[in-house]
T-cell receptor
Framework: GAGVSQTPSNKVTEKGKYVELRCDPISGHTALYWYRQSLGQGPEFLIYFQGTGAADDSGLPNDRFFAVRPEGSVSTLKIQRTERGDSAVYLC?????????????FGPGTRLTVL | QKEVEQNSGPLSVPEGAIASLNCTYSDRGSQSFFWYRQYSGKSPELIMFIYSNGDKEDGRFTAQLNKASQYVSLLIRDSQPSDSATYLCAVTATTDSWGKLQFGAGTQVVVTP
């Protein structure tokens, strides 16, 4: 596709449930990033992949959060035992590489609401 | 102290005037600097990037970088109502994690006709 796509666009779940958020990067982009954004704040880094491997997962808040990118393209962010504090917009971005100079392009985001 | 700081605004700018946005960062090792525009309810859109000290112009936008003073700014010339949005400053975190962007909280710009 022309841009980064994310599914679903909205997800409402109950506290304690498991959710998966999917990201499909721009074709040819080897690097993929996950951020989350709360109202009135800038995006907060979670994790990024260069190819299939997680190059930096220092932003994952705890072990309930996990992300994979098994074939170096599509990525899935997985959240176990969701909490109300996990409610946010989850943004995915991609770039040609993750080297020194890289421009990241964002998808439309998934709005997660935990009731 | 936040690592990337921006004035939250709102910054009210008359149509046709210049909007000036500032951003300071704390990591002296930062190498890459980006400005994103975010309309309400939408995702961030990349509008400028700058890697070297000095000015970089692209249409009505000019980014300015001063690494010694650790600030980056964005000028929007001939501001239009369609420029009304939140502008996010983003900086690469450290030399060993080029992909990790740190964002400011954004400056809201309101262009008044």
């Amino acid at each position: 596709g022309a841009g980064v796509s994310q599914t679903p666009s909205n997800k409402v779940t109950e506290k304690g449930k498991y959710v998966e958020l999917r990201c499909d990067p721009i074709s040819g982009h080897t690097a993929l990033y996950w951020y989350r954004q709360s109202l009135g704040q800038g995006p907060e880094f979670l994790i990024y992949f260069q190819g299939t491997g997680a190059a930096d997962d220092s932003g994952l808040p705890n072990d309930r959060f996990f992300a994979v990118r098994p074939e170096g393209s599509v990525s899935t962010l997985k959240i176990q035992r969701t909490e109300r504090g996990d409610s946010a917009v989850y943004l995915c971005a991609s770039s040609l590489t993750s080297l020194r100079f890289n421009e990241q392009f964002f998808g439309p985001g998934t709005r997660l609401t935990v009731l | 102290q936040k690592e990337v700081e921006q004035n939250s605004g709102p910054l009210s700018v008359p149509e046709g005037a210049i909007a000036s946005l500032n951003c300071t960062y704390s990591d002296r090792g930062s190498q890459s600097f980006f400005w994103y525009r975010q309309y309400s309810g939408k995702s961030p859109e990349l509008i400028m990037f700058i890697y070297s000290n000095g000015d970089k112009e692209d249409g009505r936008f000019t980014a300015q970088l001063n690494k010694a003073s650790q600030y980056v700014s964005l000028l929007i010339r001939d501001s239009q109502p369609s420029d009304s949005a939140t502008y996010l400053c983003a900086v690469t975190a450290t030399t060993d994690s080029w992909g990790k962007l740190q964002f400011g909280a954004g400056t809201q710009v309101v262009v008044t006709p």
